[in-house]
């Protein structure tokens, strides 16, 4: 699928807007710790993450099918955050910090671009790596996630307080992952699962070898790198230890894949 110039030049936007909230992201945790940018930096970097997700998608599928699956992600998503919030369906009862910005209902808006970014992005990597191999796909995408989601769950957590659960593991020591019950990553990764199916099912046509040697592998990589890092540093300075372990495996594991396709693959736009 051609690119043509209107949506490079838009690519490129999203792209710098997103390198852009990163490394004031970063800058802030330099000079003020792990609190970093706060819940508007937070947002910033997850929406210019979505959109440069999305217009990988937009590339992949064409833009009337990529609308079709940032919608089956994110409003999925943000039905089920909201019926946690609620009643505690799945994830347990969830209460969202008053700091996070632009709620819809109950839900931040940065949960579902979260979730649009660790699956839509996820998917991306898997897909490319995997090619034609239908089978596995939606498994190894949730692998990816619940990956993901040892590193973020703490950062959104316990770092950050935007996401808390009062009536999580943290009451008994030994029990619970920081302050949340252990089933919210079962939760996380049957969730990442639904998810990874239903946009094998919207996003048919498979990746082929001239596709992927663009942008839709290397770039959900690259961002997914970013965000990995700002997880890390944050995790690192805030002393947790174990979730910044999963930082640095996710960091080294999409940094990894991203110089493996940008000099055995090639990028030709």
Known sequence: MVVGTAATWHFRVAGALFAGSVAAELAAQA???????GP???LLVLATAAWVVGLVWRERVGILRAWVCFAWVTVLSLYLMTLAAQRGFLFGRIEFGAREIARVGLVPLSAPLLWWLVVGGGYLVVEGLWGEMRVGISAFTAVITLQLALMVLPFVGLLRDYWRWPSGGAATPGNGFFAMPWSVLAAWYAVALGLSLGLVILGF???STEARRHRQAWVPAAV???????CL???AQG???FAAFFGAVNAVLFGTILVWYLRERGVAR
């Not at 997914?224 to 700002?230: D, G, N, Q, R, T």
């Open 205 to 207: 046509n498979w990746s």
């Open 224 to 230: 997914l790198f970013a965000f990995s890092v700002i």
């Open 233 to 235: 540093t944050a995790e």
């Open 31 to 37: 000079t003020r710790g792990p609190g970093g940018a």
């Open 239 to 241: 002393r947790l230890w």
């Open 40 to 42: 508007v930096g937070w």
